[in-house]
């Protein structure tokens, strides 16, 4: 509720006060004058001690201002002025000279704490960034792990695939080309799809899911030049029949004008990049291209 020098100066006029009280209901009222020394002494320490210089300082004025409430020392009849100024001021002056030294040393010992508490923070803050940054880095470093591992396995499975290419026929070209496509794109289902005389058809499915045929929307794209985009891939929130994370690249002509079909890849991993696919799809979409050739030319 009250914080800084607020709360010395609550602190403070609350023990002078209670100090009155007692004062007045316990003694004669005349600010412990039988009393060596003074009760009002405590305010001055405990502050002086407490806050520091600045609370020692407002202490020593409030004891002196309740000292000063009640009837002044009386002067006796040989005792000259000065000697009596010096009885009125001697105790308020000892009580500021008390708040100056003590409380000049309570405050180089606070300073020298708060900068201790600054510098703990501040390392407690850099060990903390240095914690998540190793965090991240061990994270980081066992998911290169596992993507080295997964393409030392894809890149065996590619030469796998790649050996077991079948040119006997065009079914069978189709079949091993649609498995090799589906390890360099890292997707778990590819389909393709030909243009033909009598329109597009599956070609040929690899995965574990049956054939997808392209959505509406993402059509042949017969033209890519003209469309401005090389592929279509379906983003979150879009037709429910088609679910997030399904790509569509045209097979592009040998002689390089329109597409002779297209290549549906679903099923990616998570944390997968749509644009590095795209570039391994549409890099795999010209071999499938090149391989099979249009139909029913």
Request: hydrophobic fraction near 45%.
């Amino acid at each position: 509720m009250f914080e800084g020098w607020r709360r010395c100066i609550v602190e403070s006029t609350i023990l002078v006060c209670l100090l009155v009280l007692i004062d007045n209901l316990y003694f004669d009222g005349n600010r412990f004058a039988d009393v060596n020394p003074r009760p009002l002494w405590i305010p001055v320490l405990l502050m002086s001690v407490q806050y520091g210089l600045a609370g020692g300082v407002f202490a020593a004025f409030a004891s002196t201002l309740a000292l000063y409430s009640a009837a002044l020392p009386s002067q006796a009849a040989t005792q000259d002025f000065y000697a009596y100024s010096r009885l009125v001021v001697a105790e308020p002056t000892s009580w500021l000279a008390c708040a100056l030294v003590l409380g000049g040393l309570s405050s180089l010992q606070l300073a020298h704490a708060a900068e201790e508490r600054r510098q703990g923070d501040e390392a407690r803050a850099t060990a903390e960034d240095l914690g998540r940054g190793l965090r991240q880095a061990l994270t980081d470093l066992a998911r290169l792990e596992r993507e080295i591992a997964a393409e030392t396995r894809t890149a065996g499975a590619i030469a796998r695939a790649f050996g077991a290419l079948d040119p006997a026929g065009a079914g069978s070209l189709a079949a091993s080309c649609a498995e090799f496509a589906r390890l360099v794109i890292g997707t778990a289902d590819l389909t393709i799809h030909l243009r033909g005389a009598d329109g597009s058809a599956v070609q040929a499915h690899a995965g574990t899911g049956g054939p997808r045929e392209p959505p509406p929307e993402a059509g042949f794209l017969p033209e890519p030049d003209r469309s401005g985009a090389p592929c279509w891939f379906s983003e979150a929130g879009a037709d429910p029949a088609w679910p997030a994370g399904i790509l569509v690249v045209p097979i592009p002509l040998p002689a390089g004008a329109g597409s002779s079909g297209a290549i549906v890849a679903e099923g990616f991993p998570e944390g997968h990049s749509a644009a590095a696919a795209a570039r391994r799809a549409a890099d795999v979409a010209r071999g499938v291209g090149a391989l099979l050739g249009p139909r029913g030319s």
